[in-house]
């Protein structure tokens, strides 16, 4: 299983090739003791580290899927090699070394579960709660948390976490036991604990608003992959989106930015600040001038202002995970207004082309849109 394991690193590293993946893939299908052994390893490994959140019930989905319940797809077990390349540092102590557990415990419990198309709850249990809601409504309760509108109890620490997966096009408003407030846009993730301790943590990727309440004896810390943000109390943007520049914008009280745990690189900002840290590690602090298109998404809407069509496509590409293109016609039309930001893109479109002369059509799984004769 040597073999086998140093592939799972490379995975995990980002190094392994199609053909490595493909021999992962026929080494789960055809080697059932395999696949308990990894199981009963990576339950081991969560009982050692101590962790509050077990994404273990994703992990058994995909190797159920693997053994043949389900069509396995190639998706799927790519987001759980990450959990699966755990269980190899197990067998390798020389890596276990090297590992931060922290950081990985962090993307396991942010990037393991699979994606739904519909907003979802993970409690600590294993459980799954999903919305029909564009907006999720979550609240956290005495006895567990409440879900548009209809509480659920646990059983578990009231220092375990949940987990909340907002999909494309959907949504969320968090309100955290002390008040502390959080709007979780479209194609976002959050981990945070059932109620807080001594400390307040929560850990995300994707793009969200903080309204957190103040408390002078308790910071309140927000994690992205490759910086953290610290604060007493205050209202913030963070988005982490993969492939996008990393920001922090201030709207009003302090913050205090660092890259991961180095308060060495720490920015403190003041209000209309946006801090930013792009792939290459540059960090800017720039004024920010306005806050129309930064901060709309927040209350279900797009403002526009005399936007160009070109550009109010391209926001909504960005919202709804979809590759839109538009006819020369179509681009420069202006757009001035309030747009609701419905479920599908589909809508918005059928939406726009009663407002504009312009019509929108699928194919081979991009939209185009033309303009029609008015």
């Not at 949940?162 to 846009?185: E, K, T, W």
């Not at 992959?225 to 963070?238: N, S």
């Not at 002369?357 to 194919?363: D, E, H, S, T």
Request: charged share 25%.
């Amino acid at each position: 299983m040597d073999h086998e394991i140093s592939i799972f690193i490379k995975y995990l590293d980002g190094k392994a090739d199609p053909d490595e993946k493909r021999q992962l893939v026929a080494y789960l299908k055809s080697n059932a003791s395999a696949r308990e052994e990894l199981k009963a390893a990576y339950r081991q490994w969560t009982d050692e580290q101590g962790r509050l959140f077990d994404p273990y019930p994703s992990l058994d989905r995909v190797l159920q899927k693997v053994s043949g319940r389900r069509r396995f797809s190639l998706p799927a077990f790519a987001m759980a090699i990450a959990a699966a390349a755990l269980t190899a540092i197990l067998i390798v102590p020389a890596f276990l070394k090297q590992q931060k557990p922290a950081a990985v415990t962090a993307e396991t419990e942010l990037y393991t579960w699979p994606e739904s198309d519909e907003p979802t709850v993970l409690l600590p249990d294993g459980r799954t709660i999903r919305s029909e809601a564009i907006e999720m409504q979550v609240s956290c309760t005495r006895g567990g948390i409440r879900v548009d509108g209809r509480d659920y109890s646990s059983t578990a620490s009231p220092k375990s976490s949940c987990m909340i997966s907002i999909p494309y096009g959907h949504r969320a408003c968090v309100q955290f036991a002390d008040g502390s407030l959080v709007r979780m846009n479209s194609h976002s993730r959050m981990v945070f604990p059932c109620s807080f301790g001594k400390e307040r943590n929560v850990r995300m990727t994707g793009e969200a608003l903080f309204d957190v309440s103040h408390d002078e004896g308790r910071p309140f810390t927000v994690e992205l992959d490759a910086i953290k943000v610290r604060v007493l109390g205050t209202r913030f943007l963070v988005s982490d989106y993969a492939g996008q520049t990393n920001r922090v914008a201030l709207v009003s009280g302090s913050v205090n930015v660092s890259r991961g745990n180095s308060l060495s690189q720490s920015v403190t900002l003041v209000p209309n600040q946006m801090y930013t840290l792009d792939d290459n590690g540059k960090v800017n602090v720039e004024d920010v001038p306005d806050w129309r298109g930064l901060l709309d998404w927040a209350d279900g809407v797009y403002r526009a202002d005399g936007t160009s069509m070109k550009d109010l496509l391209a926001y909504l590409s960005r919202y709804y995970g979809e590759k839109v293109e538009c006819d020369e016609a179509v681009a420069d039309i202006p757009c001035t207004g309030t747009l609701y930001l419905r479920s599908t893109l589909s809508d918005m479109l059928s939406e726009l082309s009663v407002i504009f002369p312009i019509k929108g059509r699928k194919q081979n799984g991009v939209w185009s849109v033309s303009r029609i004769s008015e």
